[in-house]
């Protein structure tokens, strides 16, 4: 079993930055490839991004490339997420997620474990 808890998320301006962290244990860190989603009210959970188990390789949705970045510390068993430029439509609910797999996807279901979850509201 996996536990993975999310910190960081507030609320901030439009053009501020956050860094989301999600601290992961229960098992070998780096045996795990990890993601972060995001739900908004009334919308389905979306993909945002996802790196590979040692960090060699990352995924990003369009709507978020250039703006916010992940990266991992095997050591400290933490994955982040940079978030830069922020925009009002980043508001949502941010989900770390857990894959038993080498292979970055973009798919909810494809995924094994989930945290529970931290708010980020950016004001306009």
């Known amino acids: 079993q996996v536990q993975l808890v999310e910190s960081g998320g507030a609320l901030v301006q439009a053009g501020g930055s956050l860094r989301l962290s999600c601290a992961a244990s229960?098992?070998?860190?780096?045996?795990?490839?990890m993601g972060w989603f995001r739900q908004a009210p009334g919308k389905e959970r979306e993909f945002v991004a996802a790196?590979?188990?040692?960090?060699?390789?990352?995924s990003y949705a369009d709507s978020v490339k250039g703006r916010l970045t992940i990266s991992r510390d095997n050591v400290k068993n933490t994955v982040y997420l940079q978030m830069n430029s922020l925009k009002p439509e980043d508001t949502a609910v941010y989900y770390c997620?857990?894959?038993?797999?080498?292979?970055?996807?973009?798919?909810?279901?494809?995924?094994?474990?989930w945290g529970q979850g931290t708010q980020v509201t950016v004001s306009s």
């Open positions: 997620a857990a894959r038993l797999s080498s292979t970055l996807r973009v798919v909810p279901d494809e995924y094994d474990y």
């Open positions: 229960g098992r070998t860190f780096s045996s795990l490839a």
């Open positions: 790196i590979s188990r040692l960090g060699r390789y990352t």
